[in-house]
RNA sequence: GUGGGUGUAGCUCAGUGGUAGAGCCCUGCUUUGUGGCAGCAGUUGUCGUGGGUUCGAGUCCCAUCAUCCACCCCA
């Protein structure tokens, strides 16, 4: 490979045709189940204030301090490329009057595309990545948090048959809760404080709680002793988190209460939680979400309560690329022209199966000076696997028959009319 | 930002200081209107890059880049 050739960016990559079908598949069924749900789709600018997410993700937070894509406009205003989606469907939902117009309106909208963060690459983890978000706006009642876990539970398991993806779920109280937690945990800490690396007592200052999902085996053992923050927040969050867990028993969604689920963001309170799977390497969290009930207030001014969550799709493609329900389909009929007159028609007839049938994936194969019949058998059995070859020559355009190839098979070729191509074509149509 | 692994043909990799290799793939032929199986023939390389040690470096040393995995962080 020359030196020459410009490679992509780093952690930026391509999507390849047979990924490319296998993320189609999986788009139909979102498109169904948003449709069950009668969610709208939303469809977001990559592009925003800078403003925005500082506002939204919080100042202190790593995404914001150094993973931004920012840069001026050439108006001198500084923009970025979006790291998460959930604050540019805040955005516009609050410009649109989409939820709240001298009231709170109840609305429920998903999107997805790329967002950008300047990461270093690892498994599960990309500069430029894709999600599926959903957000839902103006309910406040627990029956929506439990809904939005159902909805999960429908696509993994139910539509996406990932029967190992487990639900971890926690809850985080109130801003004042935290502040008290914090507290707890700092106070907790004091006699380990040789036990922790710098980083680690960096945090502790910065942000106590995220000490609760190290993946460091020495601070999750002194943890276990830690005070339960359920035993710490305020009756309402306490009593909000008992009765979604009820709930989810109710309805027999299976979850795991993981206290080490403490999210990064700062906008969540109340419920939060995670869709993990253990096939994925150490990015382990397909799908991650919760409830944010002061996030709109805090970037347009107006209190409506909300929740959300998002999935990562080169996570979940990870997952479902055996699948054969959503696997690529490769072409099954091979069209081959072999006549040397009449070019047109057998273009016609080729054309006129599309017409008939609209399920079927044709390949149009010309053998032209350039190449040869075996070369255009080769390349069906081989390269495109397909079921069969119909070929059509000067002696079948004039005695209006086909002659149809059975690859994997070892009976004889045979010339057949158009009534009995079209009963094979009209099985694979169907079927 | 930090740490570790890996960079040799299109792909997967072997090659522990002495001529650059294998399997798969690809192309053609055996069959100019018949693929798969088989046989034959063929194409493909700045050994990631730059420097150093050596009579001699794919191999040892240094640097650098890329990539993978992990930390951090997070979907």
Redesign the pocket.
């Known amino acids: 490979?020359?030196?020459k050739l410009i490679?992509?960016?780093?952690?930026i990559?391509d999507i390849l045709p047979e990924d490319v079908e296998i993320l189609q598949n999986l788009e139909k069924v979102i498109y169904n189940i948003a449709n069950q749900y009668c969610i709208s789709e939303i469809r977001l600018p990559l592009l925003e204030k800078t403003e925005l997410f500082k506002r939204s993700i919080g100042i202190g937070?790593?995404?914001v301090e150094?993973?931004m894509y920012t840069f001026e406009d050439n108006n001198g205003e500084l923009i970025s490329l979006r790291p998460?989606g959930t604050a540019s469907c805040v955005r516009c939902a609050l410009e649109n009057n989409l939820i709240y117009d001298r009231g709170i309106k109840k609305k429920k909208y998903w999107y997805h595309g790329p967002?950008f963060?300047y990461?270093?690459?690892?498994?599960?983890?990309?500069?430029q990545?894709?999600?599926f978000g959903f957000e839902y706006f103006g309910f406040s009642n627990i029956d929506n948090d439990v809904e939005l876990i159902s909805l999960c539970k429908r696509l993994f398991i139910s539509k996406l048959d990932l029967t190992n993806i487990k639900l971890h779920i926690n809850s985080i109280g109130n801003k004042e809760d935290r502040v008290k937690y914090a507290e707890t945990i700092s106070t907790f800490l004091k006699k380990y404080k040789n036990d922790l690396n710098q980083?680690?007592k960096n945090?502790l200052v910065r942000?106590p709680m995220?000490l609760l999902?190290?993946?460091?085996k020495k601070i999750q053992n002194i943890l276990t002793d830690l005070p339960k923050f359920i035993n710490v927040m305020s009756d309402h969050s306490r009593v909000r988190f008992e009765s979604i867990l009820e709930k989810l028993d109710e309805l027999k969604i299976k979850y795991y209460v993981d206290n080490s689920i403490v999210?990064?963001?700062d906008y969540y309170n109340d419920t939060v939680f995670?869709w993990k799977h253990s096939s994925?390497?150490?990015?382990d969290?397909?799908?991650?979400?919760g409830r944010y009930d002061e996030l709109v207030k805090e970037i347009g001014g107006v209190s409506v309560p909300a929740m959300g969550f998002?999935?990562?799709?080169?996570?979940l493609l990870d997952l479902i690329r055996d699948n054969k329900k959503l696997s690529y389909t490769r072409p099954r009929i091979l069209l081959i022209n072999?006549?040397k007159e009449n070019s047109y028609k057998y273009f016609l007839k080729f054309e006129e199966l599309r017409d008939k049938y609209h399920a079927i994936k044709f390949y149009n194969y010309n053998?032209d000076e350039n190449?040869?019949?075996?070369?255009a058998?080769?390349?069906?059995?081989?390269?495109l696997n397909c079921k069969y070859?119909v070929?059509?020559?000067?002696?079948?355009l004039s005695d209006n028959l086909y002659?149809l190839?059975?690859?994997?098979?070892?009976n004889e070729?045979k010339?057949i009319s158009q009534n009995e191509l079209d009963k094979i074509l009209k099985d694979i149509n169907n079927g």
């Open positions: 490979m020359s030196d490679k992509s960016i780093k952690g990559n937070s790593e995404i150094k993973e998460e967002m963060r990461e270093n690459p690892q498994r599960g983890r990309f500069r990545f894709y999600q980083i680690q945090t942000n995220r999902d190290s993946k460091d999210r990064g963001l995670e994925l390497g150490s990015q969290a397909v799908c991650a979400g998002a999935f990562g799709v080169e996570r072999i006549s053998v190449s040869s019949l075996r070369a058998l080769q390349f069906g059995s081989k390269n070859a070929i059509i020559g000067d002696s079948e002659t190839k059975e690859f994997h098979a070892k070729d010339k």
